[in-house]
């Protein structure tokens, strides 16, 4: 099977990305065509040959007029689903902004809906990150394989102001990969971009045994007098044995975000129903990620009600806060969980004329299934006055294969 091993010891961007994928065989006339392929009106590709730290790379820059200051996950998926690509590079594209977005959410205390994506959001990684999970199945590639990331250090200035390197974002979307810091004096040299193509493409660190076809390396912006700033890639082929070896050794198989969350939990038995459902729907406004109500016998055998809340680790000091004000319980315990959550994305279908949201997962096997939103399809048939079960069913049945 034909496979590729991304060496990224320095660092990786959607832009090297793409120059080593040039470098290794992909024809540039795929790269310098793809903004109009993508439907990207006035913007326009240069591939040049550069050199980094005197080893011949490619290099891909994109020339984009003004754009709008952000864009929505809803904004970019439309881009993306009117492309002519294979829809297994639609797919795995909308895998890579969906953990983007989910990151800049957790990280602002907001919803994926509110998100206004900012470098993310660009022309330049929409042409990165689509070119380059486009440019791999070109290639004939059915697997990539991933090397420990060199970080960088330093700062860089962002939309948001001036954050440490690795960036919240970057460093939250390279959790449970290999990772080192450095080399000093290097800056960036991990971007968003390149650390969701990562987590969505690589199923670990490379075979241990493969041959290789082919390699490339792609040139970053930074051009260092000690060393060569690329992303190397190395076209090989492996058999199923030794994938399966590096499968069985800890790697990532299946896909999803495996998330550092923190869970905060209180038990109440002093509290009505109603009181608690008040507690519930002040911490859910307030940004938690999920909170659940189970029962449980207290002290004397009283019944009682535990509160478990899920939030990010940034959100659990205020969270934690807010349920010792809100509610009646006298102690919050707290403890750090690790969840792993499945792709997911919106799609909407009508329904007698109004609009059904489904959510709709990628399952571990690479199977999808698709739920209605339960709001919307009680909207629907109490207008319609219909049941509940038969605007759901319409609903799936319009969404028709996925």
């Not at 990224?8 to 903004?35: C, N, W």
């Not at 602002?108 to 440019?135: K, P, Q, Y």
């Not at 535990?306 to 969270?319: F, I, T, Y």
Request: aromatic share 4%; charged share 25%; hydrophobic share 45%.
């Amino acid at each position: 099977m034909r496979i590729a091993i991304l060496d990224p010891f320095s660092g990786i961007s959607g832009d090297m990305f793409l120059g080593a994928l040039l470098d290794a065989g992909l024809e540039v006339s795929f790269i310098t065509s793809l903004p109009e392929v993508l439907g990207l009106e006035g913007v326009t590709a240069q591939v040049t040959k550069v050199s980094r730290g005197q080893i011949a790379c490619h290099k891909v820059d994109f020339t984009v007029p003004p754009q709008p200051h952000g864009r929505h996950l809803k904004h970019i998926k439309a881009i993306v689903e009117a492309t002519p690509a294979p829809e297994s590079v639609k797919v795995k594209a909308m895998q890579a902004f969906t953990l983007i977005t989910e990151c800049e959410a957790a990280i602002h205390g907001t919803t994926v809906e509110r998100v206004h994506l900012h470098e993310v959001g660009s022309v330049d990684a929409i042409l990165d990150i689509v070119g380059s999970v486009w440019g791999l199945e070109k290639l004939g590639v059915t697997q990539i394989f991933c090397g420990t990331l060199s970080l960088g250090d330093g700062f860089v200035d962002t939309q948001h102001g001036r954050m440490a390197v690795p960036t919240a974002a970057t460093l939250r979307l390279l959790e449970g990969l290999p990772v080192r810091p450095g080399p000093e004096g290097a800056g960036e040299l991990v971007t968003p971009t390149g650390a969701a193509l990562v987590r969505v493409l690589s199923s670990g660190a490379p075979p241990a045994e493969y041959i290789p076809r082919g390699s490339g390396f792609g040139a970053g912006s930074k051009d260092f007098t000690d060393r060569a700033n690329a992303l190397r890639i190395v076209l090989a082929d492996a058999s199923e044995a030794a994938v399966g070896s590096a499968r069985a050794a800890g790697q990532a198989e299946a896909p999803g975000t495996v998330e550092q969350l923190v869970m905060l939990a209180a038990d109440i038995d002093d509290a009505t129903g109603e009181q608690i459902a008040a507690f519930t729907d002040a911490i859910r406004l307030a940004g938690a990620l999920d909170v659940t109500l189970l029962s449980t016998v207290m002290k004397k055998g009283r019944p009682g009600t535990r509160l478990e809340v899920l939030c990010a680790p940034g959100d659990a000091d205020r969270l934690e806060r807010l349920l010792l004000i809100e509610s009646t319980t006298i102690g919050v315990r707290r403890q750090s969980v690790s969840r792993r959550s499945l792709p997911r994305e919106m799609r909407e279908v009508r329904v007698g004329g109004e609009v059904v949201r489904l959510k709709v997962v990628t399952l571990p096997d690479g199977k999808r299934r698709a739920k209605p939103e339960f709001d919307d399809v009680r909207r629907v048939a109490e207008r319609q006055a219909r049941p509940l079960a038969e605007v759901a069913a319409e609903a799936l049945s319009a969404l028709g294969p996925i």
